[in-house]
Every structure is written in C-alpha cells, then in structure tokens.
C-alpha cells in the first residue's frame, strides 16, 4: 500500500500560480498511475491531470480542456513525488486538490480519469482564488 500526502495549496490572486506536491511513502511511485482531482464546493469531483505508466520506462500524460495549457503534472522519482503547477488561475479552479494513485499499468487508451479509477487517495489540500 501507498500514503499519500498533498500539500502546497493556499490562498493566491486571480492570474497567480501555485505547485500543489503529493509525496507518497510506502511504495515507489515509478509503477503508479498518478491524478490529481478536484472538488468544489457543491460540486462533484473532477478530473485534474494524470500521469500514466504504461510499463517499463513509458508514461503518458493527460488534462482536461479546463486546464490544458495551464497545470502541469510531473514526478520526481528521486523524491517520490508528484507535483502539479497550476498557473493562471482564475475563478473556475479553486476547489480542495486531491492526490490518487493507482497501481499497475495501463494502455495507451486508458485514460483513467474517473475517480472510481484510482486505488489510493490523499487528504487533499485547499486552494482558494481572490480576485
């Protein structure tokens, strides 16, 4: 099993950025499927950004249309971390920021991204936009 724990979120201007981190213990991350999710208030869940390994040293990398463009995923194996920048942020993102993982890998038209897709979750961390 696989701990995962966000931090990084807070408050930030309209237009600002911030590096959300999800640091994992337990298990190595390099053979994880990694996503980052969101939930607003009143809202359902919603998919972020997702960091797929698709066996031996292939991965790939999908955004929804509300973020592309905007919010990057990436991992640090040396730190067992997996990051997400989130820049230009506007009215539409903040929302408490969810880590999942998944274990195994996936093809290349495995998308995964419902939340129902992912085996591990972290406790999330709250970003808040002012404008």
């Known amino acids: 099993q696989v701990q995962l724990v966000e931090s990084g979120g807070g408050w930030v201007q309209d237009g600002g950025s911030l590096r959300l981190s999800c640091a994992a213990s337990?298990?190595?991350?390099?053979?994880?499927?990694m996503g980052w999710f969101r939930q607003a208030a009143g809202k359902e869940r919603e998919f972020v950004a997702a960091?797929?390994?698709?066996?031996?040293?292939?991965?790939?990398?999908d955004y929804p249309d509300s973020v592309k463009g905007r919010f990057t995923i990436s991992r640090d194996s040396a730190k067992n971390t997996v990051y997400l920048q989130m820049n230009s942020l506007g009215s539409e993102d903040p929302a408490v920021y969810y880590c999942?993982?998944?274990?195994?890998?996936?093809?290349?038209?495995?998308?995964?991204?419902?939340?129902?897709?992912?085996?591990?979750w972290g406790q999330g961390t709250q970003v808040i936009v002012s404008s």
């Open positions: 337990g298990r190595t991350l390099r053979t994880y499927n």
């Open positions: 999942a993982a998944k274990e195994g890998n996936t093809a290349r038209n495995t998308r995964l991204q419902s939340s129902s897709d992912y085996d591990y």
């Open positions: 960091h797929r390994w698709a066996g031996g040293h292939t991965y790939y990398i």
